[in-house]
């Protein structure tokens, strides 16, 4: 597995060195359906490192907590092998209690930082990020309580997720943002418009989550897919049957470039996210292992001009219907 950098230094100077393609761990335990046995998510886990995958994705909120506690207990052996990111900024209470808002203040964050060390079983948080901008908090107090936390030794490196352009610059002239994670895809390009000249410009490293389109860009759902009760994409209006049966349009298209390279149209999302820019890095998630192998495939792939043109094609032929988010969520998108 090929490494990238999150942050313009080299690993050592501030920058943050991680495999190409990272892991997503949230679908484990966390928001699609019930959660994994929890022998066969740390095994899941493991596989991964064994795959080469150094890159591990969390946040406090995921459960709450329970998630956290996976990823610690699994990566535990290999420790030293590996880079975790987990998140703060949720007024997290209880585990399995669904948060009460938002809360960035300075001795939340520090509240946060704690209750994540001692969940994963770490001395220091290598990525620690502001999980959602809470607008009631001026971001250089956050950038400021996180500089301190890396002064600490508690926290290697700053990130935000889902923070706009004047978010991300007031931040880094505080404490320099090494990652953005924000959702990014074939079916969802939005960050293409400013947030990633942006990134360019700082030399902030870019997390795409749901590189997959949250399932849809696998190819293995269509407009008559039923998702589990607990399924958030029962409450995304991109999800709507009628959307879904709109959008499978451009995963047709991807499905005929994916043959003439014998891959699936999953590895050819992500190969197409892995060459938009140097220092990106997706973090898919997955239950399964095959999944996990297919995905890491998509490292090895390399697209042709000829390819680039035939998505470039797709995207501005196929509008894709529906909004990302219900009312709720779109809420906490404070950019």
Same mark, same amino acid.
């Given at each position: 597995?090929?490494?990238?950098?999150?942050?313009?230094?080299?690993?050592?100077?501030?920058?943050?060195?991680?495999?190409?393609?990272?892991?997503?761990?949230?679908?484990?335990?966390?928001?699609?359906?019930?959660?994994?046995?929890?022998?066969?998510?740390?095994?899941?886990?493991?596989?991964?490192?064994?795959?080469?995958?150094?890159?591990?994705?969390?946040?406090? !909120?995921?459960?709450?907590?329970?998630?956290?506690?996976?990823?610690?207990?699994?990566?535990?052996?290999?420790?030293?092998?590996?880079?975790?990111?987990?998140?703060?900024?949720?007024?997290?209470?209880?585990?399995?209690?669904?948060?009460?808002?938002?809360?960035?203040?300075?001795?939340?964050?520090?509240?946060?930082?704690?209750?994540?060390?001692?969940?994963?079983?770490?001395?220091?948080?290598?990525?620690?990020?502001?999980?959602?901008?809470?607008?009631?908090?001026?971001?250089?107090?956050?950038?400021?309580?996180?500089?301190?936390?890396?002064?600490?030794?508690? !926290?290697?490196?700053?990130?935000?997720?889902?923070?706009?352009?004047?978010?991300?610059?007031?931040?880094?002239? !505080?404490?320099?943002?090494?990652?953005?994670?924000?959702?990014?895809?074939?079916?969802?390009?939005?960050?293409?418009?400013?947030?990633?000249?942006?990134?360019?410009?700082?030399?902030?490293?870019?997390?795409?989550?749901?590189?997959?389109?949250?399932?849809?860009?696998?190819?293995?759902?269509?407009?008559?897919?039923?998702?589990?009760?607990?399924?958030?994409?029962?409450? !995304?209006?991109?999800?709507?049957?009628?959307?879904?049966?709109?959008?499978?349009?451009?995963?047709?298209?991807?499905?005929?470039?994916?043959?003439?390279?014998?891959?699936?149209? %999953?590895?050819?999302?992500?190969?197409?996210?892995?060459?938009?820019?140097?220092?990106?890095?997706?973090?898919?998630?997955?239950?399964?292992?095959?999944?996990?192998?297919?995905?890491?495939?998509?490292?090895?792939?390399?697209? =042709?001009?000829?390819?680039? %043109?035939?998505?470039? %094609?797709?995207? %501005?032929?196929?509008?894709?219907? =529906?909004?990302?988010?219900?009312?709720?969520?779109?809420?906490?998108?404070?950019?």
């Amino acid at each position: 597995m090929q490494k990238r950098i999150l942050g313009s230094s080299k690993e050592g100077m501030g920058g943050l060195e991680v495999s190409a393609i990272g892991f997503g761990c949230m679908g484990m335990s966390f928001g699609y359906a019930q959660a994994m046995d929890e022998g066969e998510a740390i095994a899941l886990i493991r596989a991964a490192v064994e795959r080469g995958v150094t890159f591990f994705d969390t946040a406090e !909120v995921y459960g709450p907590f329970t998630n956290e506690m996976l990823v610690g207990k699994a990566l535990a052996p290999v420790r030293d092998e590996v880079k975790i990111a987990t998140k703060f900024g949720f007024a997290c209470t209880q585990q399995g209690v669904p948060p009460a808002g938002l809360n960035s203040q300075p001795a939340h964050i520090r509240a946060a930082c704690e209750g994540s060390l001692k969940r994963l079983g770490v001395e220091c948080i290598d990525l620690f990020y502001q999980h959602r901008v809470d607008p009631e908090v001026p971001i250089e107090d956050v950038a400021g309580t996180v500089k301190d936390l890396i002064a600490e030794g508690k !926290v290697k490196h700053f990130g935000l997720s889902e923070a706009g352009v004047d978010i991300i610059r007031r931040a880094h002239a !505080v404490q320099p943002v090494a990652a953005l994670q924000s959702e990014y895809s074939l079916f969802w390009r939005e960050p293409e418009e400013e947030i990633l000249p942006l990134l360019a410009e700082l030399g902030i490293g870019f997390v795409p989550f749901s590189p997959l389109g949250k399932g849809f860009l696998t190819g293995t759902i269509n407009a008559d897919t039923e998702f589990g009760a607990t399924d958030f994409r029962n409450s !995304v209006p991109r999800f709507t049957p009628e959307n879904r049966a709109a959008n499978l349009a451009l995963v047709t298209r991807l499905g005929d470039i994916a043959k003439a390279h014998h891959a699936t149209p %999953a590895q050819i999302a992500l190969a197409w996210l892995l060459a938009q820019h140097p220092w990106i890095s997706p973090i898919p998630g997955t239950t399964k292992l095959h999944r996990l192998e297919e995905n890491l495939g998509a490292a090895k792939l390399t697209l =042709g001009a000829e390819d680039f %043109a035939a998505i470039g %094609a797709a995207l %501005a032929a196929i509008p894709l219907v =529906g909004d990302r988010y219900g009312a709720s969520h779109q809420k906490m998108i404070n950019r």
